[in-house]
């Protein structure tokens, strides 16, 4: 999932050099249409500690805007956003701006966001923080998420960007834990070239078996420690090839929205299409590239999808168990094998012939360094990290483990098959659930 871009010029560079004379060619179409690699790069949209403001074609659906009518429903919301919080309650006061606002068509709604700017934005987003005499959030979770969610699937690409901007509650909160100064937010252009129904990178590797538009061989963990989350959308996806397409859509304003299982019911999560972004690449998960230009992107707005389910990136970022990744996939709950059986084997190659998915843990490192990934089984594996089972031998009595650690085109490591003797030895758990 990414914007469309199509990379012309990969491709035709590809073969440029096995046609006479069509390096020249190439140069003399750039020449004419002023496109290069640098002129791609200058013009990526990213904006270093903050996020990118940049208006995009968009097309709103519906009648035509009263320009009048706008102004008047949004003074009338202003006033009511701006009321004593103390004396009628906040979720009194969002309540009513929402049922002010969501009668009225795209690009009137658009017209109100613009107009109200950084201040009335700000204002809206204080107010979801408002606590009650318990201490708790006086506005439901659930119709936060809802409103803002509709809010962002309507607006205009621009309008959802200042949303991102001036409303934190519509993000998740982005720490990188780094000193360099080098991040903010990105607009990636994407995706990679794509050749005969393969995939190719920026670099010109061929992506083996990931001719789907959403394919688990997509997944590159990144940056953050996130591997019990990402593996899971690697076997789910494994398992149900249809899950992802029906769980993850690109609204018509660029907009992303994700559905996830909060306490077994399906709630939608809709998120800005930017993205982490620092020291020159994507910084969370992403496709076969990091670059911003290429990078195939539906992996990263799972995540930044599921960071806004949990609060900020933080809370996903330094580990959880796989079972409550798949149940927050799927609604479904784990289960759990029993691995010192001696049918281990085969009791996971009949699970995964049902459809379920199965996703694996290493056991956490003894004297391991903070963020140190201590190499195991000959370097093979990693100990506290999550794998998906990618495939088993029944014959030869052994499992084949996949990492969310991507390696390029090669998938170097991706493939670890282990015996039921090294499962015991190295694994602590393994999690199933089904995906149909």
Request: net charge negative; aromatic share 10%; with cysteine.
């Amino acid at each position: 999932m990414g914007y469309g871009r199509n990379n012309w010029r990969q491709v035709a560079g590809f073969a440029a050099e096995f046609i006479p004379g069509g390096e020249a060619v190439i140069d003399a179409v750039d020449l004419a249409r002023g496109v290069t690699d640098s002129v791609g790069l200058s013009r990526l949209n990213y904006t270093k500690g903050g996020h990118p403001l940049v208006e995009l074609p968009w097309q709103p659906p519906g009648p035509p805007p009263d320009q009048q009518r706008a102004e008047a429903v949004g003074q009338q919301a202003w006033n009511v956003l701006f009321a004593d919080e103390t004396r009628y309650s906040a979720a009194s006061l969002l309540d009513q701006v929402g049922n002010l606002l969501v009668p009225l068509p795209p690009a009137e709604l658009d017209m109100v966001v613009r107009r109200w700017g950084q201040q009335g934005l700000e204002r809206w987003d204080s107010l979801t923080h408002v606590e009650d005499g318990n201490g708790e959030p006086a506005y439901d979770w659930r119709r936060q998420r809802e409103l803002f969610g509709w809010l962002l699937r309507t607006v205009s690409p621009y309008g959802a960007m200042l949303i991102g901007t001036w409303m934190p509650c519509s993000q998740p909160d982005d720490d990188a834990e780094c000193e360099c100064g080098d991040h903010g937010w990105v607009l990636p252009e994407g995706p990679f070239a794509k050749v005969d129904g393969a995939y190719v990178t920026e670099n010109w590797q061929w992506v083996s078996g990931a001719s789907e538009a959403m394919s688990w061989q997509d997944m590159d963990q990144g940056q953050l420690g996130d591997c019990w989350l990402l593996t899971s959308m690697q076997s789910v996806l494994q398992a149900n090839p249809q899950h992802a397409p029906r769980h993850l859509r690109l609204e018509a304003n660029g907009t992303v929205t994700a559905t996830f299982y909060d306490q077994g019911g399906p709630i939608d999560i809709t998120v800005v299409p930017d993205l982490p972004y620092g020291h020159g690449r994507i910084w969370g998960a992403k496709g076969h590239t990091a670059d911003a230009r290429y990078a195939e992107t539906w992996p990263s707005y799972y995540e930044k999808a599921a960071a806004q389910f949990y609060g900020n990136y933080h809370d996903i970022a330094h580990g959880g168990p796989p079972a409550t990744a798949l149940n927050l996939l799927t609604g479904r709950e784990a289960q759990w094998l029993d691995l010192s059986t001696a049918w281990l084997v085969q009791e996971v190659a009949d699970r995964r012939s049902r459809g379920q998915a199965l996703v694996a843990t290493t056991a956490p490192a003894a004297n391991a360094a903070p963020g140190e990934a201590a190499k195991i089984a000959g370097g093979r594996l990693v100990q506290n990290h999550a794998y998906f089972i990618k495939d088993v031998d029944v014959a030869g009595g052994r499992i084949c483990l996949g990492n969310p650690w991507g390696d390029g085109a090669t998938r170097k490591l991706w493939e670890c098959w282990l015996t039921l003797e090294e499962v015991g030895y190295y694994l602590v758990q393994i999690a199933a659930v089904d995906t149909w």
